[in-house]
């Protein structure tokens, strides 16, 4: 199983930026992919996850700002981030469930900065 992670970068705060996670070595239309992140100095806390069936789920901290959805043709899931504050800086991590293991990408840095 590989997740890659891409689209981060450096942004202005209110401004906006596209995640997109690709995995590869699972059946990707059947799992529930999530995805999270890392701050400086905090612990690794969910953004969100969507289902199979799109139902998704939102910490409070960015709902209504960032909208997670999935490309199960492209085996994909992007993180659209919209409003970003500082407080949105992070490793952007996505992973997914397997048989009780669970896999990591390898994360990509968001950085909200004027």
């Known amino acids: 199983v590989q997740l890659q992670a891409s689209g981060g970068g450096l942004v202005q705060p209110g401004g906006s930026l596209g995640l997109s996670c690709k995995a590869s070595?699972?059946?990707?239309?059947?799992?529930?992919i999530g995805w999270y992140r890392r701050g400086l100095g905090k612990e690794r806390e969910l953004v969100g996850n969507?289902?199979?069936?799109?139902?998704?789920t939102y910490a409070d901290s960015v709902k209504g700002r960032f909208t997670i959805s999935r490309d199960n043709a492209k085996r994909r899931v992007h993180l659209q981030m919209n409003s970003l504050k500082p407080e949105d800086t992070a490793v952007y991590y996505c992973?997914?469930?397997?048989?009780?293991?669970?896999?990591w990408g390898q994360g990509t840095l968001v950085t909200v900065s004027s």
């Open positions: 969507i289902t199979p069936g799109n139902s998704v």
């Open positions: 992973n997914v469930v397997r048989l009780g293991r669970t896999f």
């Open positions: 070595g699972i059946n990707f239309s059947i799992h529930t």
